[in-house]
């Protein structure tokens, strides 16, 4: 099955610094790379995804990049500010010939953004 | 839009007792996932509905957990005997559809303690 490595577990940052969180991934197949923000005590909610068929995506201070040759994609998160400490994990989706997909999480990276 | 809802939010029980979870996913979607999120890692996929058929409950340990989708709608999930290493929050959610780059909602989670 998929296996999603991410680093680092741990990330302190000032404001204002940019933060970038690292992915690898197993499954050559994954196709659908999302990005979740967990705050503590709350759910996860998607904060941008990219589909294998794009390098790059951007959202405002967030940007995604994918090297499918590689299996490698991270999370850049420029001009941080308090309020982007949570957790923040990446998955890879592992769909099947049936037709089905199936989201492998990696371990997470806590990030600290001190004022 | 409501999102998902999940009951109990917290649990305590002691081991060898059972315990079930409710799941109310956003209206008309398709597919429902439960995941288990033990304390500093990422969720982790126990089953996968589509309507009210399973699709994927290949790291559910059966012996123990059960889990049902009546009516395509609302699930539940079912521990019974708990033991002390089922101590992890119970994230319900749900998509649209079911297929590579599905968006999935959260719902807010079951704090579950056994112990």
């Known amino acids: 099955g998929e296996n999603v490595e991410q680093h680092p577990s741990t990330l302190s940052v000032q404001e204002g610094d940019s933060a970038v969180i690292k992915c690898t991934y197993s499954d050559s197949a994954s196709n659908y790379f999302p990005w979740y923000k967990q705050e503590l005590g709350k759910r996860p909610q998607l904060i941008i995804d990219i589909r294998s068929n794009v390098g790059e995506k951007k959202d405002q201070r967030i940007a995604v990049t994918l090297n499918k040759t590689a299996k490698h994609f991270s999370l850049h998160i420029t001009e941080t500010q308090p309020e982007d400490s949570a957790v923040y994990f990446c998955a890879a989706s592992n769909g099947m010939n049936s037709g089905y997909s199936t989201l492998t999480f990696g371990k997470g990276t806590m990030l600290l953004v001190s004022p | 839009e409501a999102g998902v809802a999940q009951s109990p939010r917290y649990k305590i029980i002691e081991k060898r007792q059972s315990v079930a979870f409710w799941c109310n996913p956003i209206?008309?979607?398709?597919?429902l996932y439960w995941y288990q999120q033990i304390l500093g890692q990422g969720p982790k996929l126990l089953i996968q509905f589509q309507n009210n058929g399973v699709v994927d409950d290949s790291q559910l340990p059966k012996d123990r957990f059960s889990a049902e989708r009546l009516k395509g709608v609302d699930s539940t999930l079912k521990i019974q005997p708990a033991k002390l290493e089922d101590s992890a929050v119970y994230l319900c959610?749900?998509?649209?559809?079911w297929g590579r780059g599905e968006t999935q909602y959260f719902g807010p989670g079951t704090r579950l303690l056994v112990l």
């Open positions: 959610a749900s998509s649209l559809l």
């Open positions: 209206s008309g979607h398709a597919t």
